[in-house]
């Protein structure tokens, strides 16, 4: 069932046995994991059907830290959650991922990666993909070949990109949960503060609010917060009526820890033959699936050096060919073609054909390239875009700041901090390339990250990967969820997603999210049966 | 055999060129080093284009290599030891590719030892700078 908060009878308590706060990724798996269940779900979604300027306001925040994309826009707060925008890339996170490295302080799982294998099996499922296979000797073709490396210093890795719509969670799985008997999903509610008894053991409600003004209040048995990695934590510290540091904030941990895979130009590679196939690591379509192919460190290496994971994403440029393409005409161009072919494709056509009649010179370029080469244009160079997993760092957080949203709540203050560690594992990790290119024959490569590792490039970017501020550990003094998701001390209290992630790991992050969504709605499955 | 002054430089430059040839660069990653202007004014004043490629850009990154590493007192018997392992005759022209192989394969190992510096960023084999650096300061200005 799908209901208006609008619609709920003013300062009501409505009564359910599970409340899932927030339908991104996270909320919509574990409903579609409980339907048709014995026992009632609620789904509590901030904004509607469709993006609303004013709800995704509720994101804004501050930044004193590194530089970060606006708050704003870091996410999507409506229903289906960032999944309404997400790329759709699967790779799943490495056995070392889930490992204590001695040299990583604050580094580790509570388990291994064999504990997440099965779910991660099923989160390629429901994301429609077709072969759990991550080895790019499946994956690659005489056309389109690894790098040749002399030695297994250097992997390859494979990630996948979930076709559309199924990325698209809320259109994809809205109808089976708006059909699901035990299922109410509520939008436009906003909740405010979750409220627990005297002992603050025990989650009795939460406060809900939409922004036309209504009010409401929703008991339940348990409680599943699954609203992003900077929300998560936003809504446990303004649950502060009976403990004034927050809700599960006993032992000063939520909000510490956030991380994103941090991303800069790490290297420029110069190709010893300008024609050498380099599509394996570009998107392209393999038996029915779109991949791209990654390079990375061994694990072994990775402890030899003593660095954080680095991952190397490889991005050709031939100057002439590659900036015509990327023209605005260009781009209109396809525009009209895709709709000429019945595609949906966004903007006027009047305004794309306005494009390409500007912009004639680059279409005619990026025609000669297309028509000339196919897609082995002759390469300049290859960027090499370091993406960092930064060390667990307890000084970067999420707190809450002075400025209030339309609610009347402290909005979200970040302060995204890196340590040296991560940069100079990105220099060492693109080093260690360059030599390996060259022992290959394959090369030279030129070092672009600088030798400081007190201060960052500018072009430093976060990748919309929001993690760690309510980490998982066992220990409640190193974590505010235990390896069950359950936060330390509150005995109904959930949370999913990838904020409970104690590293950023060098998997992607949503296909991790959907994973322990599914774990964790076993748990609660068999709490309930 | 004496080599004569005329015979020495031409060796040099043979050496350079056929190194410089072993790294197996493409033309286009040289202008990345030196501004195409300086190049163009070196190569249209110079006979070495007719035996090195990128004589020019190899001297700048030979210039780089000397500067950070002024007392390499290896540098000079580098030479001798290339050439010695190599057993190149340079009367004999069959043995340049073989020379040239040597050079290739001493590259691909300096990078697999590690035995690589950073000029500019890029990361060379200490053979290829090496040999850049002879260049550096084993050629005139202009030739002849």
């Known amino acids: 069932m799908l209901i208006d908060a609008l619609k709920i009878e003013r300062n009501s308590t409505l009564d359910t046995d599970i409340c899932i706060i927030g339908a991104g990724a996270a909320g919509i798996i574990l409903a579609l994991e409980f339907a048709d269940q014995p026992f009632r779900v609620c789904v509590l979604e901030s904004g509607g059907l469709d993006f609303a300027e004013e709800t995704q306001s509720l994101y804004d925040g501050t930044n004193i830290g590194l530089p970060y994309f606006p708050l704003q826009t870091a996410r999507l707060r409506y229903f289906g959650g960032t999944t309404n925008h997400w790329g759709g890339n699967c790779w799943p996170f490495q056995e070392m991922d889930f490992e204590r490295c001695e040299w990583i302080p604050h580094s580790g799982w509570p388990f291994s990666k064999a504990v997440i294998n099965p779910f991660y099996i099923r989160a390629f ?3 429609q993909l077709q072969h759990y296979e991550w080895s790019p000797a499946f994956w690659s073709t005489p056309e389109e070949p690894v790098f040749p490396f002399a030695s297994d210093v250097i992997n390859t890795n494979v990630m996948q990109q979930v076709p559309d719509p199924a990325k698209r ?23 405010t503060e979750l409220e627990s008894d005297e002992t603050g053991r025990t989650i009795r409600r939460v406060r809900v609010a939409s922004l036309s003004g209504n009010r409401f209040l929703l008991t339940a048995k348990l409680f599943i917060l699954a609203t992003g990695g900077i929300e998560n ?20 941990m939520v909000g510490r820890f956030f991380t994103d895979h941090a991303a800069c130009l790490g290297g420029k590679f110069q190709p010893a033959n300008p024609t050498m196939p380099v599509k394996f690591y570009e998107l392209h379509k393999v038996k029915d699936t779109v ?103 307890p000084d970067s957080r999420v707190t ?11 909005r979200a203050q970040l302060d995204w901090r890196l340590t040296q560690m991560d940069k100079y594992s990105a220099r060492r990790t693109i080093e260690i390339l360059g030599m390996e290119l060259g022992r290959a024959g394959l090369g030279r490569l030129q070092v672009i990250i600088d030798d400081d590792d007190r201060t960052w490039p500018h072009d430093l970017t976060g990748t919309f990967h929001h993690i760690g501020t309510t980490r998982m550990n066992n220990d409640p003094k190193q974590g505010v969820v235990a390896k069950n998701c359950q936060v330390h001390g509150v005995s109904n209290l959930f949370i999913a997603g990838s904020s409970v992630f104690p590293s950023a790991g060098s998997g992607t992050p949503t296909f991790l999210i959907i994973a322990l969504a599914l774990r964790l709605a076993d748990h ?5 049966r | 055999m ?45 006979i070495l284009p007719k035996l090195l490629s990128h004589t020019a850009s190899a001297r700048i990154v030979g210039r780089e ?49 590690a035995r690589v510096i950073k000029i500019h960023g890029w990361i060379l084999s200490l053979t290829e700078a090496r040999l850049c650096a002879l260049t550096a300061f084993g050629l005139p200005q202009t030739w002849p």
């Open chain 1, 524 to 528: 609660i499955k068999q709490r309930f």
């Open chain 1, 233 to 252: 934590a936003r809504l446990l510290l303004l649950s502060n009526k009976r403990h004034s540091a927050g809700l599960g904030n006993q032992n000063d």
């Open chain 2, 2 to 46: 004496m080599l004569t002054r005329n015979s020495r430089r031409r060796f040099i430059i043979s050496l350079v060129g056929f190194g410089c040839l072993a790294l197996g660069w493409p033309r286009r990653a040289w202008p990345l080093f030196i501004p195409r202007k300086q190049a163009h004014l070196l190569s249209s004043t110079s």
């Open chain 1, 400 to 410: 809450l700041g002075t400025e209030r949203d339309q609610l009347g709540q402290r």
């Open chain 2, 65 to 113: 290599y000397l500067q950070g590493a002024r007392h390499d007192a290896n540098l000079s018997t580098f030479l001798e030891s290339l050439l010695c392992i190599a057993g190149y005759d340079p009367m004999n022209h069959t043995d340049l590719e073989m020379f040239r192989q040597h050079v290739q394969i001493r590259i691909r190992r300096d990078f697999e030892q």
């Open chain 1, 291 to 393: 991949i791209a192919g990654g390079l990375r460190l061994s694990p072994d290496v990775q402890r030899r050096e003593r660095l954080v994971p680095v991952g190397l994403d490889l991005v050709p440029v031939s100057e002439i060919y590659t900036a015509a393409w990327k023209s605005k005409g260009f781009a209109s161009l396809k525009a009209i073609v895709n709709r000429l072919r019945g595609r949906y494709t966004p903007g006027q056509f009047g305004e794309h054909l306005m494009n390409v009649v500007r912009d004639l010179d680059n279409i005619g370029v990026a025609a000669y390239g297309r028509l000339r080469y196919g897609r082995n244009y002759p390469l300049d160079y290859i960027n090499i875009v370091v993406v960092i997993n930064p060390a667990p760092n």
């Open chain 1, 125 to 127: 499922k429901l994301c």
């Open chain 1, 169 to 191: 969670f809320g259109q994809t799985y809205r109808p089976k949960l708006v059909q699901a008997r035990n299922i109410t999903v509520c939008l436009h509610a906003n909740v």
